[in-house]
C-alpha cells in the first residue's frame, strides 16, 4: 500500500541524489517510529518492506515507479505519501527530479480523474 509507495518514492529520489543526507536519515528513522503508515508496522513488517523496495528500485525502476497507481488508491494516501516525503526530504516538487515528478503527476491526475468519475456517478 501506501508505506511501499513512500519508501519506493524515496529510494529512488535518494538514489538519484546520490546520497542520502545524515539529517535525512535521522527523518527516515523518525517516519519510520512516529508517523503513519509505518508507526503501527512491526519491525519485521518494516525490515521486509524495504527490503522489497529496495529490490524494486534497484533492478525495476522504471516499472517500480509506473505501477505506484496500484499502492496510492486514494486521495488521503497522496497525501500521506506527500507529507512524508516532504518531511524527510525537505524538497518543494519542483526541486524532484523529472522522471519522478512526472511519475507522481501520472498518480495525481488519475486519482483526480477517478474522484471525479465517482462524484459525477453519485450526482
Known amino acids: 500500500g501506501v508505506a511501499a509507495a513512500i519508501i519506493r518514492l524515496g529510494l529512488a529520489y535518494s538514489g538519484q541524489e546520490g546520497s542520502v543526507q545524515l539529517v535525512q536519515i535521522e527523518r527516515i528513522v523518525e517516519a519510520f517510529y512516529t508517523l503513519a ?72 491526475a488519475q486519482l483526480d480523474a477517478a474522484t471525479k468519475a465517482s462524484s459525477a456517478a453519485i450526482d
Not at 76 to 83: F, L, N, P, V, W
Open 37 to 108: 503508515p509505518f508507526k503501527t508496522l512491526s519491525e519485521d513488517e518494516r525490515r521486509d518492506l524495504l527490503s522489497e523496495q529496495l529490490l524494486i528500485v534497484e533492478f525495476a525502476s522504471d516499472q517500480g515507479l509506473g505501477s505506484l497507481m496500484s499502492l496510492i488508491k486514494t486521495q488521503a494516501d497522496r497525501k500521506t505519501a506527500e507529507s512524508v516525503l516532504r518531511f524527510i526530504f525537505q524538497v518543494e516538487r519542483k526541486d524532484v527530479p523529472k522522471h519522478l515528478r512526472d511519475a507522481w503527476e501520472e498518480v495525481a
